[in-house]
């Protein structure tokens, strides 16, 4: 199997909220939705042999003060489950990693039962100030910190 990531199309859209958990994705700006328009990257990996969609990514750049910009959060992460295990969200994170390598990426709600998996996909936890260390009751983010600039 191989996995291509290319960017989301409107014609993705109606296959991308029928494989999420409860979210609806659209093409323009919609309230309670992920939307290709408000989206840094929405992509989408695939198996181009078969022309199989097999998982996608939804991030946004978040705007510091001043409007200049600042992290990027990454919103929704799915991979259907007949193709989980086999490399697809690695290939969709690795992606917006190349895409965004000096910025910040935070996870927006992740899950906790999968904090093993966040860990193997390069992020970090970051705990609150007052968090108990090893405590991870989760009021911190998993993060992957920006790539520094080799000179």
């Avoid at 600042?70 to 969709?92: C, D, I, K, T, W």
């Amino acid at each position: 199997m191989k996995i291509k990531v290319r960017d989301a199309h409107p014609a993705d859209v109606e296959w991308m909220s029928n494989n999420t958990e409860g979210w609806t994705v659209t093409v323009e700006k919609h309230e309670g939705a992920a939307s290709l328009a408000e989206a840094l990257h929405a992509l989408i990996a695939e198996d181009p042999g078969q022309g199989v969609r097999m998982g996608w990514l939804h991030s946004s750049l978040q705007r510091a003060a001043g409007g200049e910009p600042g992290y990027v959060r990454l919103y929704e992460l799915h991979v259907s489950p007949e193709f989980r295990q086999r490399g697809v969200a690695r290939a969709l994170v690795d992606e917006l990693f190349a895409r965004v390598p000096d910025r910040e990426v935070i996870l927006s709600a992740w899950d906790r039962e999968l904090y093993g998996v966040w860990l193997k996909l390069g992020f970090g936890y970051v705990p609150e100030p007052d968090e108990v260390s090893g405590d991870y009751s989760y009021p911190g983010d998993m993060v992957r910190p920006p790539v520094e600039a080799s000179s």
